[in-house]
């Protein structure tokens, strides 16, 4: 590699560093003022994440997020109820149809409707 690549190559790695410094710089200075934000990023695991966190990846991380929490949610309900009944794994419905056909996130009042066309149950019931 000639000593001209060299160079560009460094000088352009250090203006990157440099815009990831004053980026961390800003971050550091307002999390120091803001202990609300400060617990907020402290709660991100940037594991998975990958690109910047820009207005979009942020939307797409906090969409990603709340669908993980609703689904779960809804699978953990699932777990009650059958605990509750003592159904076998697998058990369907009463109105028949599997518990993965059932709406797999809660509706507003807690239920679990069959999304099984014409089906008309309202909330997954073990028996
Ligand atoms: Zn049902
Ligand atoms: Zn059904």
Do not use: W
Not at 1 to 8: D, E, G, K
Not at 10 to 25: H, I, N, P, T, W
Not at 88 to 117: D, F, V
């Amino acid at each position: 590699m000639s000593n001209s690549t060299l160079h560009a190559s460094y000088s352009s790695a250090s203006r990157a560093a440099g815009a990831l410094a004053a980026a961390l710089q800003v971050l550091v200075a307002r999390t120091g003022a803001d202990p609300d934000l400060a617990r907020a990023l402290a709660r991100i695991d940037t594991t998975e994440m990958k690109g910047v966190l820009d207005a979009a990846a942020l939307q797409a991380a906090l969409a990603e997020a709340q669908a993980e929490r609703d689904i779960t949610a809804a699978l953990a309900e699932r777990c009650l109820r059958r605990e509750a009944t003592g159904a076998a794994l697998g058990t369907p419905c009463a109105c028949t149809h599997s518990a993965a056909t059932h709406a797999p996130r809660l509706t507003k009042g807690g239920r679990l409707p069959c999304r099984h066309t014409g089906c008309g149950c309202d909330d997954l019931t073990f028996r």
